[in-house]
């Protein structure tokens, strides 16, 4: 049996979060076409007859702008250290400037395991494109494995797990074989919020909302629904009135998509209540963004 901790990384949009789902068959991790989508260390297990692996879902690798940004940033190092592999993505469009600065980084770590997975080769018209770029990447690092895979189309991510399978090291299960992630389901259920409010806003309001589970607990009347109170964050009070919307249409649309997808995750009904609140610069206060989760998990 083998066992062990991967840790997924790369720069934002590169379909981080999207492997760990596919690969998983169940979404712990959000997912938006929107860069910047993670905020928290999501971790994903995989159970097989050949052992578990423990994949890390991390933020986007980018320049922290204000305190949230370097404590993801801090949080990615530290799970670097930690890690026996790290699978670092880019895209089958080639190296970016953004990627080659995170192979800066990797060049400085101490851990020098690395498979290198090139993502979203659905979108290549021809797939001899894949041969130069697999040769590129060869010459710029001493990857333990180069592998190319579509993890939207789901199009071979088992050679990806049989080369993460080979380089983990022999060991028995960490976690139990019915444990698919260990994110607490207050932070699964503000993220899943946070999902939607993605889904619906433009330009610079998605990156300036957090989600915050103020209340979660058994109906009154009926024991069987879960009644769900979560607080949307904003940063100025303009934001306020977009994400309500007019005639609190947006909220409401919000408030219905994100029930939904409760319902289907937790198997019972869910009577979701949303409020809109500001707090001024937000992700500059760190005490502030510990609450919601943000850069301490
Ligand atoms: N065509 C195609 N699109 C993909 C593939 N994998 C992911 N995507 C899309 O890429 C976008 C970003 O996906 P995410 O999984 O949120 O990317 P991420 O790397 O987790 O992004 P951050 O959390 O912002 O760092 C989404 O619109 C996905 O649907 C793929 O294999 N092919
Ligand atoms: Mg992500």
Not at 228 to 250: D, F, H, P, Q, Y
Request: charged share 30%.
């Amino acid at each position: 049996m083998r066992c062990g901790y991967v840790t997924i990384i790369g720069k934002p949009n590169t379909g981080k979060s999207t492997l760990l789902n596919t690969i998983l068959r169940h979404k712990v991790s959000i997912v938006s076409p929107k860069p910047a989508t993670t905020r928290i260390k999501v971790i994903g297990i995989y159970n097989s007859d050949e052992g578990q692996i423990i994949f890390i879902d991390t933020p986007g690798f980018e320049e922290g702008k204000n305190e949230l940004g370097k404590f993801m940033l801090k949080s990615i190092y530290s799970s670097l250290e930690e890690t026996d592999l790290i699978l670092f993505l880019i895209e089958s469009t080639g190296w970016k400037e953004e990627d080659e600065k995170i192979l800066e980084v990797l060049k400085k770590t101490d851990n020098k395991k690395v498979i290198l997975g090139i993502n979203k080769i659905d979108i290549l018209k021809y797939k001899e494109e894949l041969l130069p770029l697999i040769d590129e990447s060869r010459k710029k690092f001493n990857f333990l494995e180069i592998v190319p895979f579509s993890a939207l189309k789901n199009k071979n991510l088992d050679s990806l797990i049989k080369a993460i399978f080979m380089h983990l090291p022999e060991s028995e299960n960490f976690y139990p074989t019915d444990m698919i992630t260990n994110l607490p389901l207050e932070y699964h259920l503000a993220e899943i919020i946070r999902e939607k409010v993605l889904q619906k806003t433009y330009q610079e309001v998605p990156h300036s909302v957090a989600v915050e589970i103020e209340e979660m607990k058994e109906g009154e009347k009926n024991k069987d629904i879960l009644v769900i109170r979560a607080n949307i964050i904003v940063e100025r009070e303009n934001l306020k009135s977009i994400i309500i919307g007019k005639n609190g249409e947006m909220i409401k649309n919000i408030g219905k998509l994100a029930r939904e997808e409760m319902e289907i995750l937790l198997g019972k009904k869910v009577y979701l209540e949303l409020f809109v609140k500001v707090i001024e610069d937000w992700r500059n206060k760190i005490d502030v963004f510990r609450k919601f989760g943000y850069g301490n998990i």
